[in-house]
């Protein structure tokens, strides 16, 4: 499977239920207009001179933009909560900051996807050395104040104790 089709698969049911009625329902009300766009600008006599192929193309586009905006915000809520955040506060957080402000920040605050731990399956944090649950070791431990470190270090960075090359 590929990391697209993983990644479409943490979007909720419900974000594309709300995406494809959204798009519908915008849809609805600019067709039976005879495609006059009053909804998305009333006030404008020059959309009447537009030829009828390029208001079809925009009626469908228009709420296309808002439909992928909500799959975007369902994503930011299937992510968080994927990752142990608060997805109910990020994703409105993600809906109501203008211009996706919200979902770049998002991305650029969100935590590292958790891991099993390969004894017990609980879910645990990339930078923990040992499992919450069961204590089973999850990365190289200092043997001063058990913090974890990379292998090859020579010294622990939060304590300064020598370690021992394997």
């Given at each position: 499977?590929?990391?697209?089709?993983?990644?479409?698969?943490?979007?909720?049911?419900?974000?594309?239920?709300?995406?494809?009625?959204?798009?519908?329902?915008?849809?609805?009300?600019?067709?039976?207009?005879?495609?006059?766009?009053?909804?998305?600008?009333?006030?404008?006599?020059?959309?009447?001179?537009?030829?009828?192929?390029f208001l079809s193309i925009f009626a469908g586009i228009v709420p296309l933009f808002?439909?992928?905006?909500?799959?975007?915000?369902?994503?930011?809520?299937?992510?968080?909560?994927?990752?142990?955040?608060?997805?109910?506060?990020?994703?409105?957080?993600?809906?109501?900051?203008?211009?996706?402000?919200?979902?770049?920040?998002?991305?650029?605050?969100?935590?590292?996807?958790?891991?099993?731990?390969?004894?017990?399956?609980t879910q645990v944090s990339q930078g923990y050395a040992f499992c919450s649950k069961?204590?089973?070791?999850?990365?190289?431990?200092?043997?001063?104040?058990?913090?974890?470190?990379?292998?090859?270090?020579?010294?622990?960075?939060?304590?300064?104790?020598?370690?021992?090359?394997?």
């Open positions: 499977m590929s990391r697209f089709r993983e990644e479409m698969k943490v979007i909720p049911r419900m974000a594309w239920v709300i995406a494809i009625l959204s798009y519908v329902a915008f849809v609805a009300l600019v067709v039976p207009s005879g495609l006059r766009l009053y909804t998305f600008v009333p006030s404008d006599p020059n959309f009447t001179r537009w030829p009828r192929w808002f439909s992928v905006y909500v799959l975007l915000c369902g994503y930011v809520y299937g992510d968080a909560r994927r990752r142990g955040m608060r997805p109910v506060m990020w994703t409105l957080l993600a809906f109501f900051i203008p211009n996706a402000i919200g979902v770049i920040l998002y991305f650029i605050l969100r935590e590292p996807l958790l891991r099993g731990c390969p004894s017990c399956g069961c204590g089973t070791a999850l990365a190289h431990a200092c043997p001063g104040c058990r913090a974890g470190v990379q292998p090859g270090w020579s010294h622990c960075t939060k304590c300064g104790t020598a370690l021992r090359s394997a």
